[in-house]
């Protein structure tokens, strides 16, 4: 009998690693023969710790939502008197949450020891690379990715294929394969999981795509907040070594390659492909202007191609399954798969991999369950700071790059960030613009000082200062900042704005006008009242910082609006639900 | 900042670990950042005395030494409490709250985002996203001990596990 105990990063941070612990304890104790390993993340992050127990080869139970004090439980009924702790079990309703997905990507997420490559080559792993290197030529794999239409999952959505040929034309004394490991999309955390979970797949993907092209070195730009994800990739490429996957000569074909980690410092820059090997050559991630594109002059002024993790994950199973089982899935201009992160406001949050083209409402609610304490859907974010905000009439939107974009949001890395009525539309435009603002690296004029313009603006009418006129200005604004931006960062800043505009106008409007904020969010536009509900307890009147609520005892209090800073603390503190916000 | 640039003196008994770094990666091309990374590994901050030191021995001028190090957050010029807390800011939890989260702990701390508690203890530092959405809100706390994660945050959850903290 084997136990595996999920333990990517939302693992570890519900306990698993801690309830890893207990488990080995409580066997120890036991003296049963049972051994306690880890995977990387299932998906199912709302359910985190999770415990599968294995027979053989064969899944007996999964166990969620297992807290260290839980693994005795599990310990005493399943393992010791060979009876399935029901209580802890899995629900069907959310076994569906796999079962509604086609896994390429997370196809060993969640199941396989990241930290063995023997697990990795078990589950079919580096046949893709042997195949490539004992029965195709480098024309034969491009000819494969291209078959496949495989698109960048990084943001952009180019075609894979066509990268890989450039760089395979152009002439250089060598050629860099790079992998775009800086995840910095807020909401975003597929990549990490891959590079945590799968980490071989990314090394495979890597080593075929080398070939491709003619490269014989690869680095992999990881985000230094990903330590994890580091020390994986580390195990990961010292065991490939080992194995003759990696180094001189692979697998007796005279194809050299080798791949080197180095850790980005944080900047959302970066994400663009030549402030990325700005970075990697040691300087300020400054963006520069293209052509020359990197295939031709990169890393070095050598060719140089950038993917991004997830598309490399992709690849050892199209080489391995062909082209064509890839373009079968998807639509017709967007093939495959795609991760989706599912966060924000949403029962059962977490990775998502479904064909393209499926209707938002199919994640949502279909995978998703629905937004949480059953309040209105509103909105979902796609994109992160250079997508928008797509509005529930959109539902039933098709999840692929064409249809997507037609909103006014991309599907970018896939982030899927969803919105209830509780969330201000206006805000959501300020929180973005306050991202891209900082992260502007400073080049140009109109990112580095329209972003800044357009927080001002958006952070006067959020605090209740909304001028006419201001809606107007952010559009021009927003015209401005995307024709006069060198790079992706600058073109796509005022997207969440122009999205919340397009589809939220009336919010603007009521903040402006109405100095009302209608999700009670902005709080320099809520009032505080107390309704009849007041007991006359005392409890608010204690509570408020300055002193602004009056009211004798077991009698109707009042609050003094003048006096009233919005801090909300008689509202958290009523025990009655008497005091209102609006 | 200006005036003092590669005018201190070098003392470099006070550099020993970091010599060790930069005879490592000092003559590889490129690795100015992974220099400042180490660093900052062993300092905890780049001081004006490490920028310089960098300088002299890799003949990269301090000015870009500091034009590199400005540029990426992880980077940082003032030492740190014994615990960084690392408030996640990311999309998912803005919409959970996390401004909340970030009221109270700046409330009971009495520091604001960037700041050290007088004791030392605790540099709270508001970062863009730490990549564990669905435990929204979220923090990370590193400390000599290594890293702790907190999720599903509220409030008062994120008050006890700092006191938990403080008085271990």
Same mark, same amino acid.
């Given at each position: 009998?084997? #136990?595996?105990?999920?333990?990517?990063?939302?693992?570890?941070?519900?306990?698993?690693?801690?309830? +890893?612990?207990?488990?080995?304890?409580?066997?120890?104790?036991?003296?049963?023969?049972?051994?306690?390993?880890?995977?990387?993340?299932?998906?199912?992050?709302?359910?985190?710790?999770?415990?599968?127990?294995?027979?053989?080869?064969?899944?007996?139970?999964?166990?969620?939502?297992?807290?260290?004090?839980?693994?005795?439980?599990?310990?005493?009924?399943?393992?010791?008197?060979?009876?399935?702790?029901?209580?802890?079990?899995? +629900?069907?309703?959310?076994?569906?949450?796999?079962?509604?997905?086609?896994?390429?990507?997370?196809?060993?997420?969640?199941?396989?020891?990241?930290?063995?490559? %023997?697990?990795?080559?078990?589950?079919?792993?580096?046949?893709?690379?042997?195949?490539?290197?004992?029965?195709?030529?480098?024309?034969?794999?491009?000819?494969?990715?291209?078959?496949?239409? *495989?698109?960048?999952?990084?943001?952009?959505? !180019?075609?894979?294929?066509?990268?890989?040929?450039?760089?395979?034309?152009?002439?250089?004394?060598?050629?860099?394969?790079?992998?775009?490991?800086?995840?910095?999309?807020?909401?975003?955390?597929?990549?990490?999981?891959?590079?945590?979970?799968?980490?071989?797949?990314?090394?495979?993907?890597?080593?075929?795509?080398?070939?491709?092209?003619?490269?014989?070195?690869?680095?992999?730009?990881?985000?230094?907040? /990903?330590? *994890?994800?580091?020390?994986?990739?580390?195990?990961? #490429? +010292?065991?490939?070594?080992?194995?003759?996957?990696?180094?001189?000569?692979?697998?007796?074909?005279?194809?050299?390659?080798?791949?080197?980690?180095?850790?980005?410092?944080? $900047?959302?820059?970066?994400?663009?492909?030549?402030?990325?090997?700005?970075?990697?050559?040691?300087?300020?991630?400054?963006?520069?202007?293209?052509?020359?594109?990197?295939?031709?002059?990169?890393?070095?002024?050598? =060719?140089?191609?950038?993917?991004?993790?997830?598309? !490399?994950?992709?690849?050892?199973?199209?080489?391995?399954?062909?082209?064509?089982?890839?373009?079968?899935?998807?639509?017709?201009?967007?093939?495959?798969?795609?991760?989706?992160?599912?966060?924000?406001?949403?029962?059962?949050?977490? *990775?998502? %991999?479904?064909?393209?083209?499926? =209707?938002?409402?199919?994640?949502?609610?279909? #995978?998703?369950?629905?937004?949480?304490?059953?309040?209105?859907?509103?909105?979902?974010?796609?994109?992160?700071?250079?997508?928008?905000?797509?509005?529930?009439?959109?539902?039933?939107?098709?999840?692929?790059?064409?249809?997507?974009?037609?909103?006014?949001?991309?599907?970018?890395?896939?982030?899927?960030?969803?919105?209830?009525?509780?969330?201000?539309?206006?805000?959501?435009?300020?929180? !973005?613009?306050? !991202?891209?603002?900082?992260? +502007?690296?400073?080049?140009?004029?109109?990112?580095?000082?329209?972003?800044?313009?357009?927080?001002?603006?958006?952070?006067?009418?959020?605090?209740?200062?909304?001028?006419?006129?201001?809606?107007?200005?952010?559009?021009?604004?927003?015209?401005?900042?995307?024709?006069?931006?060198?790079?992706?960062?600058?073109?796509?800043?005022?997207?969440?704005?122009?999205?919340?505009?397009?589809?939220?106008?009336?919010?603007?409007?009521?903040?402006? /006008?109405?100095?009302?904020?209608?999700?009670?969010?902005?709080?320099?536009?809520?009032?505080?009242?107390?309704?009849?509900?007041?007991?006359?307890?005392?409890?608010?009147?204690?509570?408020?910082?300055?002193?602004?609520?009056?009211?004798?005892?077991?009698?109707?209090?009042?609050?003094?609006?003048?006096?009233?800073?919005?801090?909300?603390?008689?509202?958290?503190?009523?025990?009655?639900?008497?005091?209102?916000?609006? | 900042?200006?005036?003092?640039?590669?005018?201190?003196?070098?003392?470099?008994?006070?550099?020993?670990?970091?010599?060790?770094?930069?005879?490592?990666?000092?003559?590889?091309?490129?690795? *100015?950042?992974?220099?400042?990374?180490?660093?900052?590994?062993?300092?905890?901050?780049?001081?004006?005395?490490?920028?310089?030191?960098?300088?002299?021995?890799?003949?990269? $001028?301090?000015?870009?030494?500091?034009?590199?190090?400005?540029? /990426?957050?992880?980077?940082?010029?003032?030492?740190?409490?014994?615990?960084?807390?690392?408030?996640?800011?990311?999309?998912?939890?803005?919409?959970?709250?996390?401004?909340?989260?970030?009221?109270?702990?700046?409330?009971?701390?009495?520091?604001?985002?960037?700041?050290?508690?007088?004791?030392?203890?605790?540099?709270?530092?508001?970062?863009?996203?730490?990549?564990?959405?669905?435990?929204?809100?979220?923090?990370?706390?590193?400390?000599?001990?290594?890293?702790?994660?907190?999720?599903?945050?509220?409030?008062?959850?994120?008050?006890?596990?700092?006191?938990?903290?403080?008085?271990?």
């Amino acid at each position: 009998m084997r #136990i595996v105990v999920g333990q990517g990063s939302c693992g570890v941070a519900s306990g698993a690693r801690r309830t +890893s612990e207990e488990l080995e304890k409580q066997i120890k104790a036991n003296s049963l023969k049972v051994t306690v390993e880890k995977t990387g993340c299932v998906g199912n992050c709302y359910l985190e710790p999770i415990v599968d127990v294995y027979d053989g080869a064969a899944l007996a139970a999964r166990y969620v939502k297992v807290t260290p004090e839980k693994a005795a439980q599990i310990v005493d009924e399943h393992l010791k008197n060979g009876k399935v702790a029901q209580d802890l079990l899995i +629900s069907a309703e959310d076994e569906a949450f796999l079962s509604n997905q086609k896994r390429i990507v997370l196809r060993n997420a969640g199941i396989i020891n990241p930290e063995r490559i %023997e697990a990795y080559i078990e589950a079919g792993g580096y046949e893709g690379l042997r195949k490539v290197l004992t029965s195709m030529t480098a024309g034969d794999v491009i000819e494969d990715i291209k078959v496949s239409g *495989l698109r960048g999952r990084g943001g952009a959505g !180019f075609p894979t294929w066509f990268k890989w040929n450039a760089a395979k034309n152009n002439r250089g004394s060598s050629k860099y394969m790079v992998c775009n490991a800086d995840e910095g999309d807020p909401g975003a955390f597929m990549d990490r999981s891959v590079l945590e979970g799968d980490p071989h797949s990314l090394l495979e993907g890597m080593l075929i795509g080398g070939y491709a092209i003619g490269a014989g070195e690869g680095v992999i730009y990881v985000r230094a907040e /990903y330590p *994890l994800a580091i020390t994986r990739l580390e195990i990961a #490429i +010292s065991q490939a070594r080992e194995n003759g996957f990696l180094g001189k000569n692979i697998l007796g074909s005279g194809f050299d390659f080798d791949i080197r980690i180095k850790a980005g410092a944080g $900047a959302f820059v970066c994400g663009e492909e030549t402030a990325l090997i700005a970075s990697l050559e040691g300087e300020r991630g400054m963006p520069r202007l293209k052509p020359p594109f990197p295939a031709e002059k990169g890393y070095w002024q050598l =060719p140089t191609n950038i993917n991004n993790v997830e598309t !490399f994950a992709n690849v050892p199973w199209i080489i391995a399954n062909g082209g064509a089982a890839f373009a079968a899935l998807g639509t017709e201009q967007s093939k495959g798969t795609k991760v989706f992160a599912l966060a924000g406001k949403i029962k059962k949050g977490g *990775l998502v %991999e479904v064909p393209m083209g499926l =209707p938002l409402k199919d994640v949502i609610f279909g #995978i998703g369950g629905g937004i949480k304490k059953d309040r209105a859907f509103k909105a979902v974010q796609m994109g992160g700071p250079s997508g928008g905000c797509i509005p529930a009439a959109l539902i039933d939107t098709p999840v692929d790059y064409e249809n997507i974009t037609k909103t006014g949001a991309i599907v970018g890395s896939g982030g899927m960030i969803v919105m209830d009525e509780d969330t201000c539309m206006v805000d959501m435009a300020r929180y !973005f613009l306050d !991202f891209t603002r900082k992260e +502007s690296c400073g080049k140009c004029n109109y990112c580095r000082l329209g972003t800044k313009r357009m927080l001002e603006i958006l952070e006067r009418i959020t605090q209740g200062d909304g001028r006419d006129g201001d809606i107007e200005l952010l559009e021009e604004l927003a015209v401005k900042i995307k024709d006069g931006s060198m790079c992706g960062l600058g073109q796509t800043a005022p997207n969440p704005v122009l999205t919340t505009i397009r589809y939220f106008r009336n919010e603007y409007e009521d903040h402006i /006008y109405k100095k009302k904020c209608t999700a009670h969010y902005c709080r320099a536009l809520i009032t505080f009242t107390i309704e009849d509900a007041c007991t006359g307890c005392t409890l608010c009147a204690r509570k408020c910082p300055v002193g602004a609520i009056a009211g004798e005892r077991k009698e109707k209090h009042v609050i003094d609006q003048d006096k009233c800073i919005k801090c909300g603390r008689c509202e958290e503190a009523c025990n009655f639900g008497a005091v209102k916000r609006d | 900042m200006c005036e003092n640039c590669g005018t201190a003196p070098i003392n470099d008994a006070d550099f020993k670990e970091l010599a060790s770094v930069i005879s490592t990666y000092g003559s590889m091309k490129g690795s *100015l950042i992974t220099i400042l990374q180490k660093a900052q590994d062993i300092y905890g901050y780049l001081s004006l005395d490490t920028i310089n030191y960098i300088s002299a021995k890799t003949e990269v $001028a301090p000015a870009k030494i500091y034009g590199v190090a400005t540029f /990426y957050t992880q980077f940082r010029l003032e030492p740190i409490g014994e615990y960084l807390i690392m408030l996640c800011q990311g999309t998912a939890c803005h919409v959970n709250g996390s401004a909340l989260i970030e009221e109270a702990i700046c409330e009971h701390l009495g520091i604001s985002d960037g700041q050290t508690t007088e004791d030392n203890k605790f540099t709270l530092n508001n970062v863009a996203c730490l990549g564990c959405c669905s435990l929204a809100p979220v923090m990370m706390v590193k400390g000599p001990d290594g890293d702790e994660t907190f999720g599903n945050l509220t409030k008062e959850s994120a008050v006890k596990a700092l006191e938990a903290i403080r008085t271990r």
